[in-house]
């Protein structure tokens, strides 16, 4: 075996039909199989604003395919897929060196015992954060560890939140209503202001009267209004602008695999 200049290894005698791995300038390609449309390109913008080059496909006849015409640095794959178990396509890849990276929102004991002896890497729990996937891919491909993002409320993430697609505006309040930052288009108070009651942090001392919200999508003519309930230290309530009702489901994919908020 031969260590390349990424820092993983080539294995060598491979199965014919299968193209060499790539050795680009400083360039990984990462093939993902995933069903899901919206997380497919939740990943693919993480990933490529990571400096990684990767091709989306959801069955694994496609991934099979794409792997035929250009052999991938490392297979991102769902566990479940329409056409075919993750394990059938890890074992397949593991036949051709191509290591392998499963994910599943259901991870019991036995399923990451049957991931290991199909030959993955390892088996991640969905959602995951992307600071989790980003570290996890840097250490099976022996590459420098990503900087921690920051954390949630700090300036650099909230303006982070602006390069989300269809996002207009952010705006963090305290569990009490009150404003502690903004960045982007104004969030006006009034569109949101009388749900405040029911996305309060902290549960009332008293009887209920009515249910507390965890995540509210408010639709408006022009635009999408996101509400999110956070941990009641430090911050109370994230508000998220959107353009439409279209972006939604990307946002809130983006914002619940986040440790700080309780969804």
């Not at 569990?175 to 108070?189: F, I, R, S």
């Not at 639709?219 to 279209?246: K, M, T, V, W």
């Not at 939604?248 to 309780?262: F, G, N, Q, V």
Request: charged share 20%; glycine share 8%; hydrophobic share 40%.
């Amino acid at each position: 075996m031969a260590t390349t200049e990424q820092g993983h290894t080539e294995r060598s005698g491979q199965p014919d039909g299968w193209p060499p791995l790539s050795h680009g300038p400083a360039v990984i390609d990462l093939l993902v199989v995933e069903p899901s449309v919206s997380v497919r390109k939740t990943l693919e913008r993480l990933l490529e604003s990571s400096g990684y080059t990767m091709r989306g496909v959801t069955r694994m006849a496609d991934a099979l395919r794409q792997a035929g015409r250009q052999r991938p640095d490392l297979v991102l794959s769902e566990v479940t897929l329409p056409d075919g178990g993750g394990l059938e396509l890890c074992q397949q890849f593991s036949v051709a060196g191509v290591p392998v990276l499963l994910m599943s929102t259901l991870p019991s004991d036995r399923l990451k015992r049957d991931s290991l002896e199909a030959g993955a890497l390892e088996l991640l729990s969905k959602p995951f954060t992307d600071d989790v996937l980003l570290r996890r891919l840097a250490y099976h491909l022996k590459l420098p560890a990503p900087a921690r993002p920051p954390p949630l409320g700090s300036p650099t993430l909230l303006n982070s939140l602006m390069t989300r697609p269809g996002l207009l505006g952010a705006a963090l309040l305290s569990g009490a209503g009150d404003l502690l930052e903004q960045v982007g288009q104004t969030v006006p108070a009034v569109l949101y202001r009388s749900f405040l009651p029911q996305l309060r942090s902290e549960e009332p001392a008293g009887p209920v009267q009515e249910p507390l919200l965890q995540c509210a999508q408010l639709e408006y003519p022009d635009h999408c209004l996101l509400l999110f309930r956070l941990p009641a230290q430090p911050l109370g309530i994230l508000i998220c602008l959107i353009q439409n009702s279209s972006y939604a489901s990307l946002i809130k994919y983006h914002l619940r695999s986040s440790p700080y908020i309780r969804l």
